[in-house]
């Protein structure tokens, strides 16, 4: 891998070659889940287990965003008995766990993705559809 | 909602206070060049409110109906009945009373107001790459187009699940998602389109809709033991039932009301406890899917946990899924070679209306090219002339430009939906409102993908049309076969209609109204059920399939429909 790239250097140079798209899989039924299957567009750009090693991380968080247990049921029944008027006050878990996955992507693009030319978008800005990877172009950025 | 108003936009009677384009040397675009939000490029046939924070049906249906009804029967309550009855029995009535009220009116007003479920739309990027994937096994080397194919299969729980392709938002449905014609969007989990609530219900508002009509049953069925009681009282004082409500004639009004709705609510809500025990879809109900009605042993609900309990408290108390559309954060300012009309809106109408069929907005030119977090996060956007922009989306979608701009406190996300206390109706889940348009703060939120504007593609905007209420009332035969399935259905009194088309584009249209029938519905007449026009008809293959509705559809109606007949034949033409 000859260039390196940084977060900045991609954003403002670098012009996106081509996009690949993780689907959803729905095997486990509706829950948020994306395929681990490796595309074959970045058999070139990255290793296939530090892929899988992030989209399985994904998947685990939303899990635990989606879980259902005793907190997500405490947090159910009391919105329940407030008419959901706590909605308006409270952050919901859901929304906690979110935080934490933009974090986590990010975290990763400037880590590990960005030096390969490649960027995660969080699937959120997707409709929880898809999580896109940009490719971009490789070329030499220069000295930064 | 006093405070909020909309209005819709005629392009051409817009007034422009400023020239059309914005010379980029400006380095401080005027209040019209203000970014839009996305729920005015919202391709969908929903109407917003309090720029962006409420969300509604195109059509409100009967909803002003349901909420007059149930604001004056409660009214004539508390003024008429009240004072008797706390007089003689207890002043624990109207404290009962008004809780119920109170748990009716929010839960209903959440129900209208809240984002049910809705997909949004594929980016081009992303549909391409769908048809790309179809295409490649297919391996049509020819330059014919040949439409993806409509379905694709899947295995759940050990179920064969279809999934099927939606032409107008141009993906692959999830399981359980339905598109609805009325609204014209995909909505996960969709259960039914419902005209007294005036909203699709789906994922998201199901539990406010269980609560709604749980509390309203309640509260029907209190009032109208109160009033009896009161009724009562008075004849066995005075002179007679006559003249007992000779001298509280709001009784009577209120009888005959909830007498009405009782058996209908009541029936609607055993009803709907039933589907949230076995974790179905009013939907699914309807069609079947998992009843097994072709005899096999091996259709059964995939989703059900097989428990009552667990399904119970998984569909109403489970975690409260986030809204997908992002109806306030900005619309990204990539010029998408897609983009069209560009239309200037006022800033200061920020409650505007966009109904898809008028405009198609077309996002600033990439010239004028700040980040859209930076622009968004401030009430000055200033371009930032030294930070030259790919040409892709990339800074739309990349939740990590956050990181460039100097990024704000990070509760500033949270901060809108705070003043907003005022315009009354309620709440709306707060996860929507979290998702405001500051984008930096809170880089979870800063959702700027460009599904807004690219997405709709040419479905979103076109072709328009009336999505057609069709008035249906339901046939003898589909109250009996609803009554057959239905283990906890209660009365006559609650009949469902729904009208399903079956073309060959694979769009499931699925309407179905409930009718909660009050005294004032013999009133309405023909108009009892709204279902939707799917016409397929119109654009394709006459209805196959089961059109049990006796009232023929409207072919007029259905513009989604005829919007994916004119896409297909377009890419045919590729």
């Not at chain 2, 141009?170 to 005036?198: A, M, Q, Y």
């Not at chain 2, 892709?392 to 460039?404: H, I, Q």
């Not at chain 2, 999505?467 to 339901?474: K, Y």
Request: aromatic share 6%.
């Amino acid at each position: 891998m000859a260039e390196t790239h940084s977060l900045q250097d991609l954003r403002q140079q670098a012009a996106i070659a081509s996009k690949v798209f993780v689907q959803r899989d729905y095997t486990s039924g509706t829950i948020c889940k994306f395929q681990t299957k490796f595309p074959s567009e970045l058999e070139t750009r990255i290793d296939k287990q530090q892929f899988e090693e992030t989209i399985q991380t994904l998947n685990n968080l939303y899990a635990e965003a989606e879980k259902l247990g005793g907190k997500s049921y405490l947090e159910g029944c009391l919105a329940c008995l407030t008419a959901y008027t706590i909605f308006l006050c409270m952050e919901t878990h859901y929304e906690k766990v979110l935080k934490k996955i933009a974090k986590y992507i990010q975290e990763q693009n400037e880590k590990v993705y960005a030096p390969l030319g490649l960027l995660l978008t969080d699937p959120i800005e997707r409709g929880l559809r898809v999580v896109e990877i940009s490719i971009y172009e490789d070329r030499s950025i220069g000295s930064r | 909602m006093k405070n909020c108003e909309y209005q819709q936009i005629d392009p051409q009677a817009l007034p422009t206070p400023t020239p059309t384009p914005t010379p980029p040397s400006r380095p401080c675009p005027e209040k019209t060049k203000k970014q839009q939000r996305k729920w005015e490029v919202f391709p969908g046939k929903n109407r917003f409110y309090c720029d962006g924070r409420i969300i509604v049906a195109r059509q409100s249906g009967v909803l002003p109906l349901t909420l007059g009804l149930i604001l004056v029967t409660s009214g004539l309550f508390f003024i008429f009945d009240c004072p008797f009855l706390v007089k003689h029995l207890t002043c624990g009535i109207p404290v009962i009373g008004g809780v119920l009220f109170v748990f009716v009116v929010i839960s209903l007003l959440q129900t209208s107001f809240t984002d049910p479920g809705i997909l949004p739309r594929a980016t081009p990027e992303e549909a391409a790459d769908i048809e790309k994937q179809i295409d490649n096994p297919a391996s049509s080397s020819s330059s014919s187009y040949r439409p993806p194919p409509r379905t694709k299969e899947i295995v759940i729980n050990q179920q064969v699940v279809k999934l099927k392709y939606c032409f107008t938002c141009k993906i692959f449905r999830p399981p359980r998602t339905s598109h609805c014609s009325l609204c014209d969007n995909c909505v996960e989990r969709f259960d039914h389109h419902c005209p007294w609530v005036g909203n699709c219900v789906g994922k998201r508002n199901y539990r406010f809709f269980y609560c709604f009509i749980v509390s309203l049953s309640f509260l029907t069925a209190f009032i109208f033991g109160c009033v009896t009681t009161h009724l009562a009282l008075r004849s066995q004082d005075g002179n007679g039932l006559v003249y007992a409500l000779q001298e509280s004639p709001a009784s009577a009004l209120e009888l005959v009301v909830c007498f009405f709705s009782v058996w209908s609510i009541l029936g609607l809500s055993g009803f709907h406890t039933y589907l949230v025990a076995s974790n179905l879809t009013t939907n699914e109900d309807i069609k079947g899917s998992w009843s097994g009605k072709s005899g096999s042993e091996d259709t059964g609900n995939p989703y059900s946990y097989n428990s009552m309990l667990t399904n119970c408290c998984a569909v109403l108390c489970g975690p409260m899924p986030p809204s997908l559309i992002d109806r306030r954060g900005y619309v990204p300012e990539d010029a998408l070679p897609s983009a069209t009309v560009e239309i200037q809106l006022p800033a200061a109408k920020t409650e505007v209306n966009v109904t898809v069929q008028t405009s198609k907005v077309l996002l600033e030119p990439a010239s004028r090219s700040p980040l859209p977090s930076a622009s968004s996060s401030s009430s000055s956007p200033s371009s930032r002339p030294q930070e030259k922009k790919p040409p892709g989306s990339l800074k739309a979608k990349s939740s990590l430009k956050a990181k460039s701009p100097p990024k704000p406190p990070a509760p500033a996300g949270k901060d809108s939906p705070r003043p907003r206390t005022s315009s009354a109706p309620a709440p709306l889940a707060a996860p929507e409102d979290v998702s405001a348009a500051m984008g930096p703060p809170d880089p979870a939120r800063s959702r700027q993908g460009s599904t807004g504007a690219g997405g709709g593609g040419g479905g979103g905007g076109n072709g328009g049309g009336s999505n057609g209420g069709i008035v249906n009332t339901s046939s003898p035969a589909d109250k009996r076969r609803h009554h057959h399935r239905s283990a906890k259905r209660t009365h006559s009194g609650h009949s469902h209609s729904h009208n399903h088309n079956h073309n060959h584009n694979h769009n499931h249209n699925h309407s179905h109204a409930h009718k909660p029938a009050n005294g004032a519905a013999p009133a309405l007449g023909a108009p009892q059920q709204a279902t939707l026009a799917p016409a397929s008809s119109s654009a394709t293959s006459t209805p196959t399939g089961r059109k049990r509705s006796s009232s023929s559809s409207n072919g007029t109606g259905g513009g989604s429909h005829r919007r994916e007949h004119r896409e297909a034949k377009l890419i045919s033409q590729h």
